[in-house]
């Protein structure tokens, strides 16, 4: 399998607060990676999608919501590369946006109420033990060939930061840009901003990854609420940077992430003279599962 050549330039961000406090401040574009297989969703799906091929499995079976970044980025990756996609859905059968294009992908979806969901290897057994080419891929690609794929993401830089920061849902990213700082013996601290509320379970899922005890910074007071909560004030920071950047951020994760960066700029937490890098995890398309909210939050 020929992956695709990766666009995800580094781009300096400018705004008079950088200048004041004498940083500089970048964004990594994994969301220019592809419109729906977009950001960390392609670097965790990448050696997954290579190990199936080397293996013959040409059916890739994963699991997600109906706003799932990943089921979005698998049907669009699955039908590129080759690949027959099916999804287990949490949830009675309703039809998303992103189910939709799930669906044009030719991705084949099966509802499951969340007792159901819960077990997914026996889902899987359930329905696949009898067809030699299917093959699991867990919710949100997480695993080993996930913390590879988002090493990738250090290797890559064309210059060096002193900070990277990351959105973690479940951590696999955050802990693939720490092993790649590691593997590139670079000297960056990678900071980690829980998108969800007591997000401690987080560090044993990074953890996992490590021999040793992992170095990075855990900020878990950027949630706004938890997981898919908002705040008038996240929405007025969104709108306000997608419209002098050009760069759209969503509510759930690169949102909270940046606002993270921000705020962190504000409390003087940087030395001065030091540079950022902010990684764009992509996931845009999650945005139309908030039409209503956004809308109303923006000032005319
Ligand atoms: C899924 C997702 C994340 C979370 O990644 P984890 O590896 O689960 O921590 C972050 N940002 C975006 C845009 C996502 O879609």
């Given at each position: 399998m020929k992956a695709f050549d990766i666009n995800s330039p580094e781009e300096e961000l400018f705004d008079p607060l950088f200048k004041e406090k004498n940083l500089r401040v970048f964004i990594k574009r994994d969301d220019m990676i592809h419109p729906f297989i977009s950001g960390n969703k392609w670097r965790k799906l990448k050696y997954n999608l290579i190990d199936a091929k080397a293996a013959n499995k040409n059916h890739i079976v994963t699991f997600g919501g109906c706003w799932s970044n990943h089921l979005l980025a698998t049907a669009c990756a699955a039908?590129?590369?080759?690949?027959?996609?099916?999804?287990?859905?949490?949830?009675?059968?309703?039809?998303?946006?992103?189910?939709?294009?799930?669906?044009?992908?030719?991705?084949?979806?099966?509802?499951?109420?969340?007792?159901?969901?819960?077990?997914?290897?026996?889902?899987?057994?359930?329905?696949?033990?009898?067809?030699?080419?299917?093959?699991?891929?867990?919710?949100?690609?997480?695993?080993?060939?996930?913390?590879?794929?988002?090493?990738?993401?250090?290797?890559?830089?064309?210059?060096?930061?002193?900070?990277?920061?990351?959105?973690a849902g479940t951590g696999a990213t955050s802990a693939g840009l720490i092993k790649g700082i590691g593997m590139n013996q670079v000297n960056m601290t990678c900071h980690v901003i829980p998108v969800l509320k007591g997000a401690d379970f987080l560090k044993e899922n990074i953890k996992q990854y490590f021999l040793t005890e992992p170095d990075y910074r855990f900020h878990d007071s950027y949630h706004f609420g938890g997981y898919a909560k908002t705040t008038p004030a996240l929405f007025e920071f969104i709108n306000h940077f997608s419209a002098s950047t050009g760069i759209l951020l969503d509510p759930i994760y690169t949102g909270k992430m940046m606002y993270a960066v921000y705020d962190l700029i504000r409390q003087d937490y940087f030395d001065p003279g030091a540079t950022i890098v902010a990684l764009h995890t992509g996931g845009l398309f999650g945005l139309l599962g908030m039409k209503e909210q956004i809308s109303a939050s923006i000032v005319a």
């Open positions: 039908a590129r590369f080759g690949f027959k996609s099916t999804a287990f859905v949490r949830g009675e059968d309703i039809n998303t946006d992103s189910l939709l294009f799930c669906r044009l992908f030719g991705m084949k979806l099966i509802f499951v109420d969340r007792t159901a969901y819960r077990d997914k290897p026996a889902l899987f057994a359930a329905h696949f033990s009898d067809d030699p080419e299917a093959i699991f891929i867990d919710e949100g690609g997480a695993g080993e060939n996930a913390v590879k794929g988002c090493a990738e993401i250090i290797t890559e830089l064309k210059t060096p930061f002193d900070h990277i920061f990351c959105a």
